[in-house]
């Protein structure tokens, strides 16, 4: 439950097996980074995936086939084994199938952060064409102390046009610094938001941003009608200001 609650599954990431895109020159890198993984792999003592089991599953990635056990899933068998598997995770990124691309992103997000990670995500950053141009920056939180990193999460929070998501510009806002910004974007999120789900996340979210922007939304949330929102607010603001 708690992987599906961490991953859930969205629509948008099915395709019909008929769409899978056919092996490019991108899969004959891939089969390469897949050979140094899988060598890595035994040198570690790990026991270590057939390599061309490794590219049939991130080639499937984003594929739904109900007809395999729940851990032979593409994405449940590549997360169980993301670090192992991260330079061949990393390679995928450039695969010509989107879909499959945004799913090695995903699961790298679970990943151990590493320079080769960071150089890949700068790259497709950098890149206003890639597909994956605004999930890749908003991977690069992690990699906020570097300046390439941070001038991209600098332009990216003021960018309404690629980051229309209030939520998506409070996350770089508060990676490049402006935590009180980020803090008044998720007060005015939670102020519209329809769904105590959603008000309850957001609340969750001003609970660590540390600025009186934030006790401000969360003190305003905490006189809202639903018990739901309104009990998460006060028990965020007990957290984030124990005097209040």
């Not at 309850?200 to 969360?218: F, K, Y």
Request: charged residues 20%; glycine residues 4%.
């Amino acid at each position: 439950l708690q992987f599906f609650y961490n991953h859930p599954f969205d629509k948008s990431d099915e395709v019909r097996l008929d769409q899978i895109v056919m092996p490019s020159p991108v899969f004959l890198r891939l089969s390469l980074v897949l050979c140094v993984a899988v060598i890595s792999g035994q040198s570690s003592g790990a026991p270590a995936p057939d390599a061309a089991l490794i590219a049939q599953k991130i080639q499937a990635l984003g594929v739904r086939d109900d007809t395999l056990p729940y851990e032979q899933q593409p994405y449940t068998w590549l997360w169980e084994r993301r670090e192992q598997l991260a330079p061949a995770l990393i390679a995928g990124l450039q695969s010509t199938n989107l879909e499959s691309a945004r799913q090695c992103l995903r699961i790298l997000e679970g990943v151990t952060p590493t320079p080769a990670l960071e150089e890949a995500l700068l790259k497709i950053g950098m890149e206003h064409r890639q597909g994956l141009h605004r999930e890749a920056i908003l991977a690069l939180r992690r990699f906020a102390s570097d300046p390439r990193a941070a001038r991209l999460l600098e332009s990216g929070w003021t960018n309404t046009a690629v980051f229309p998501s209030a939520s998506d510009r409070a996350k770089l806002a508060e990676a490049a610094g402006h935590r009180r910004k980020a803090a008044e974007l998720l007060g005015s999120l939670l102020a519209t938001n329809q769904e105590a789900w959603g008000c309850v996340e957001i609340i969750r979210r001003l609970a660590t941003n540390g600025t009186p922007a934030a006790l401000s939304a969360l003190s305003q949330a905490a006189t809202d009608k639903r018990w739901r929102v309104a009990a998460e607010a006060r028990l965020a603001t007990a957290v984030a200001d124990p005097k209040a």
